[in-house]
């Protein structure tokens, strides 16, 4: 079983939808919890960062986090048409005093206009 | 404050030949970690540098794989022997280092895209 766990979809909705993003993960150790973005042909770029169980808000996205499932989300609301990119969850434990993070395969998200 | 810099940005080495990719940390920043990343598949771990010395090399292929962050200049993605299944994206990233505000949240590179013929 891998610790990270996404669908690669692929995803496509209508503009002005409401995107959901999922991860789950199995290792108890992960404490940091991050979404990126990344365009075709790019490097990832960091979307939201989360450390604790619940909601965070940034605009248009919000990052859930439920640690007792071992579950995090990432939902786009009014979605538009430069969301289009692929997402990435990635998660972080401390290890022997260095971070390791850990991404998921990614999700690559088209939005319709 | 440029961002974390890797060239080339594309590479093209026949079989056999050898690949260097170059990536240069954001200011400030002293630690170099380096993903693959497959066509249609998420970002591999394959090392984590400090200055001068290799944390964490668990995602490195055993054989014709190297890596440095010397004191002085970029960090080197050495690729030896290349064979077509080198051909991938490797991408680098950086991070201020354990403890600093934000320490555990990587910038990365616009990546070096390694075409093996």
């Known amino acids: 079983q891998k610790e990270v766990e996404q669908d690669p979809g692929p995803l496509s909705v209508p503009e002005g939808a409401i995107v959901s993003l999922n991860c789950t993960y199995s290792n108890s150790a992960f404490q940091y919890f991050m979404w990126y973005r990344q365009y075709s042909r790019k490097g990832p770029e960091l979307l939201m960062y989360t450390y604790s169980s619940g909601n965070k808000e940034d605009g248009r996205f919000t990052a859930q986090v439920d640690k007792s499932s071992k579950y995090i989300s990432l939902f786009i609301r009014d979605s538009q048409p430069s969301d289009s990119a692929t997402y990435l969850c990635?998660?972080?434990?401390?290890?022997?005093?260095?971070?390791?993070?850990?991404f998921g395969t990614g999700t690559r998200l088209t939005i319709i206009p | 404050n440029a961002g974390v810099m890797q060239n080339p940005r594309h590479l093209v080495r026949r079989r056999g030949q050898e690949a260097r990719l170059r990536c240069s940390p954001m200011k400030g920043h002293s630690h170099v970690y380096w993903y693959r990343q497959l066509p249609e598949e998420g970002l591999k771990f394959m090392v984590y540098?400090?200055?001068?010395?290799?944390?964490?090399e668990s995602g490195m292929p055993k054989e014709r794989f190297s890596a440095e962050f010397p004191k002085e200049g970029p960090s080197i993605l050495r690729i030896q022997q290349v064979v077509r299944g080198d051909s991938a994206a490797y991408f680098c990233a950086s991070l201020r280092g354990a403890g600093a505000p934000g320490a555990n949240v990587l910038t990365f590179g616009a990546g070096s895209r390694l075409t093996v013929l």
């Open positions: 990635a998660m972080s434990a401390r290890m022997g005093g260095n971070e390791k993070l850990t």
């Open positions: 540098l400090q200055k001068e010395n290799i944390i964490d």
